[in-house]
T-cell receptor, first 117, second 113 residues
Framework: GAVVSQHPSWVICKSGTSVKIECRSL??????MFWYRQFPKQSLMLMAT?????????EQGVEKDKFLINHASLTLSTLTVTSAHPEDSSFYIC?????????????FGNGTRLTVT | GDSVTQMEGPVTLSEEAFLTINCTYT??????LFWYVQYPGEGLQLLLK?????DKGSNKGFEATYRKETTSFHLEKGSVQVSDSAVYFC????????????FGQGTTLQVKP
């Protein structure tokens, strides 16, 4: 079946540095990718929606200058956490879909656990 | 706006017990409904889905029926196993939001041998 690969699976970085997380669709063209954030013992919060070749649409309250999203190709989207701080420590998950229907299947990556020290 | 509400956990059951995790939703139109499962340290996996009223989604012994009259999509399994221990998320995609999932808060299930 369709697979979404997310890399890295975990990363530890120092406060003030930037971290890039990649999300790749391995066997389909992902026209739309979604980035979610999950706090411990809480649900997933949608951060932004990105369509290939256009700017990402951010949810209310998400800082677009802090969480840079690039979706330059139909198989790759990246999330860069800029000038990371300990409060950015979280589990980040991407999902991708290759269709534009509300009934389209979504495929999730395995997530990236970010720890900022 | 659209929202999903799940029963609070954790839910602790003995092996072979019957499981119900309640899920209700608020949405305009006719959303699609999903249950996702997250095993420890892993990403989300689609467990089952239903796209219209009275549809029943089923997979791995789990099932859920889309009830529009009660705006519910409760997850059930007749006999749980230790390997079912995970976090279960109810979610919807609204009819006007392409692929954008709205998640419930998640329910942790712990099955003891």
């Amino acid at each position: 079946g369709a697979v979404v690969s997310q890399h890295p699976s975990w990363v530890i970085c120092k406060s003030g540095t930037s971290v890039k997380i990649e999300c790749r669709s391995l066997d389909f063209q992902a026209t739309t990718m979604f980035w979610y954030r999950q706090f411990p013992k809480q649900s997933l919060m949608l951060m932004a929606t990105s369509n290939e070749g256009s700017k990402a649409t951010y949810e209310q309250g998400v800082e677009k200058d802090k969480f840079l999203i690039n979706h330059a190709s139909l198989t790759l989207s990246t999330l860069t956490v800029t000038s990371a701080h300990p409060e950015d420590s979280s589990f980040y998950i991407c999902s991708a879909t290759g269709q534009s229907s509300y009934n389209s299947p979504l495929h999730f990556g395995n997530g990236t656990r970010l720890t900022v020290t | 706006g659209d929202s999903v509400t799940q029963m609070e956990g954790p839910v602790t059951l003995s092996e072979e017990a019957f499981l119900t995790i309640n899920c209700t939703y608020t949405a305009t139109g006719y959303p699609s409904l999903f249950w996702y499962v997250q095993y420890p340290g892993e990403g989300l996996q689609l467990l089952l889905k239903a796209t219209k009223a009275d549809d029943k989604g089923s997979n791995k012994g789990f099932e859920a029926t889309y009830r529009k009259e009660t705006t519910s999509f409760h997850l059930e399994k007749g006999s749980v196993q230790v390997s079912d221990s995970a976090v279960y998320f109810c979610a919807l995609v609204g009819s006007s939001n392409t692929g954008k999932l709205i998640f419930g808060q998640g329910t942790t299930l712990q099955v003891k041998p």
